[in-house]
């Protein structure tokens, strides 16, 4: 069912959008567990949300944090070809697409810092992915690594994983279009397995820093996302920039700091 006043409010505000994502994932884990541990869940999740309501940053000031070398105006042109591109962008009924807000960030932020590689963990139909990819066109076109699952079975967020075969694809990254199939690497599988493993063979072996953009967007919990930090962060180059999807004021226990809009957190090292 479509409340006209509450799904405008999603998709012209951040914040309203960030809240939306937030509260119900917090609600949906919450109530997998037994009992007491649900209400100690979700009650540490609400006053993480709290917290961070008082921390949103618009999206113009939140890129003009991470990227303070732009200017406020050239933000504000790229905010509105992000908007533009998420407006033009396929939406699936089912199957984690993005808020239109997050993509136009993820598209301001790749093009404001034209990093050398994007990396992603929780590729999911691909709405962020495409953006980034649109982001960083052109002659020194960054790559595209990104990580979800390979499990041959429709998951509960109704998009169907199995290996990037044939495209355009009906599953994981089914948004990414066929042209940009020689900037995307997809690395399928447990990302608690997957991730060491690439990050040991592709940035240990040997060591290979890189300034990336990082958006984390696979299990929205703080102790999953400080899993992918103590990973990813150590092989990022000076200058690179992570972007965590629903995460809360949790965030900043294991990360340090915490700039967020609408539940979009930002970290630049």
Request: with cysteine.
């Amino acid at each position: 069912m479509e409340i006209p006043i509450y799904h405008k409010a999603i998709t012209k505000n951040a914040l309203a959008a960030g809240l939306d994502a937030t509260v119900y994932g917090t609600l949906k884990q919450g109530l997998q567990s037994p009992g007491l541990a649900s209400g100690l869940f979700m009650g540490k999740q609400f006053v993480h949300i709290m917290r961070s309501l008082s921390f949103h940053q618009s999206p113009e000031d939140f890129i003009l944090l991470l990227l303070p070398e732009l200017s406020e105006t050239y933000i504000k042109d790229l905010l509105k070809e992000g908007l533009e591109l998420a407006d033009e962008m396929a939406r699936p009924e089912r199957g984690g697409a993005a808020s239109r807000w997050d993509c136009a960030i993820v598209y301001a932020v790749a093009k404001g810092m034209k990093p050398e590689e994007v990396i992603e963990t929780g590729t999911g139909v691909g709405a962020t992915s495409l953006m980034a990819l649109r982001g960083t066109d052109g002659a020194l076109a960054a790559t595209l690594t990104t990580f979800d699952r390979e499990e041959s079975v429709t998951g509960e967020d109704a998009i169907p994983y199995y290996r990037w075969e044939e495209l355009p694809l009906s599953g994981v990254g089914r948004l990414i279009p066929e042209q940009d199939q020689d900037r995307v690497v997809f690395v399928l599988g447990d990302i608690r397995q997957t991730l060491p493993k690439w990050v040991h063979e592709e940035r240990l072996s040997p060591r290979n820093p890189v300034r990336a953009l990082v958006i984390l967007d696979s299990l929205h919990t703080p102790e999953h996302q400080r899993f992918e930090m103590e990973y990813i962060w150590p092989v990022l180059a000076d200058g690179s920039v992570v972007l965590c999807d629903d995460t809360t004021y949790g965030w900043s226990e294991h990360v340090g700091t915490y700039i967020n809009c609408g539940f979009l957190g930002g970290i630049k090292k």
